[in-house]
């Protein structure tokens, strides 16, 4: 089995804008088209079993339509919605609930496209709230290939969060931070961090492009394979493509079984 746990699909119209105009400003390819369609085809191409989706939204008011869009064109051919959220946003705890009781099981945060720094105090009525319906959070941590001013999503402000919500399923995308692995190694992994949660996670959405095999491995050994989670990022990425890399790994069959599924599975409860 092979679960794919960070995956983006897009409404057509948005799809006709964001994909040209991030080939265009992040000059990265995009293989796929974002269309559920196409990211159900190349499962299938691939032998991945599950997909979670993981929407994102940048405005407060995005949020309940997007979660309106993914409801209606995902749930099943295994792919699994998890919801769009903003901390800031007014109805945050009511829409929460309107997820949790179609069984979405987590939410999406993008600090880097809201400008949200996790850290902040009024983010913490989130991490609160996820809490106690016991939901997943995903966040994109790190940078991505445009050299901004502000990162805002960085290990070292994850690492304070996690300090303060030791409760708090969360999946730090991109092997913890993008383009920030010495920050990863410094913030947390050099201090008793996870040591001190069960509840914390790394994705590997992405980070091939900047990390050669031997180092990928090394940093998933240091993390401990039992919290890494397989990611392809599509349609940024070729899902087959990303799972052939973690199967190629210098990791035990054990730690790859745990990547590509085990560790989905158990968080998903499935």
């Known amino acids: 089995m092979t679960i794919d746990f960070h995956t983006h699909i897009y409404p057509k119209t948005v799809a006709e804008k964001v994909l040209p105009a991030a080939k265009r ?12 369609e196409d ?5 299938h191409a691939s032998n991945i079993d599950k997909s979670v989706i993981l929407p994102l939204a940048k405005g407060r008011e995005d949020v309940s339509s997007l979660n309106d869009w993914i409801l209606s064109v995902s749930g099943d ?6 919801g769009a959220v ?12 309107r997820l949790a009781a179609v069984g979405v099981r987590g939410v999406k945060m993008m600090p880097l496209l809201q400008e949200v720094f996790p850290d902040d105090s009024r983010c913490e009525r989130l991490y609160e ?18 050299e901004r001013q502000e990162i805002y999503g960085t290990p070292q402000r994850f690492a304070r969060t996690v300090q303060s919500f030791p409760d708090l399923k969360v999946d730090l995308a991109h092997l913890g931070g993008l ?22 996670f790394f994705d590997t959405a992405y980070v091939s ?22 990611g392809s990022d599509y349609p940024w990425e ?16 054990q730690d790859k079984d745990a990547i590509l599924w085990k560790n989905a599975s158990r968080l998903l409860d499935i």
Do not use: C
Not at 39 to 43: A, E, P, Q, T, V
Not at 130 to 137: G, H, N, P, S, T
Not at 179 to 200: A, E
């Open 238 to 253: 070729e899902p087959g493509r990303a799972a052939e890399i973690i199967k190629r790994l210098d990791l035990s069959p």
């Open 77 to 82: 051919d295994g792919m699994i919605p998890f």
């Open 25 to 36: 400003k992040l000059k990265v390819e995009v293989p796929g088209t974002g269309a559920p």
């Open 86 to 97: 903003h901390p800031f946003m007014p109805n945050l705890e009511e829409e929460l609930d």
């Open 209 to 230: 492009f900047y990390m050669n095999e031997k180092d990928m491995a090394d940093l998933i050994l240091q993390i401990g394979s039992d919290r890494i989670l397989f």
């Open 129 to 146: 709230a996820v809490i106690a319906r016991d939901m997943i959070l995903v966040t994109h941590a790190g940078r991505d290939p445009l």
């Open 39 to 43: 990211l159900r085809s190349r499962m």
């Open 179 to 200: 383009r920030m692995w010495d920050d990863v190694q410094k913030y947390i992994l050099s201090s008793d961090l996870l040591s001190q949660s069960r509840n914390v």
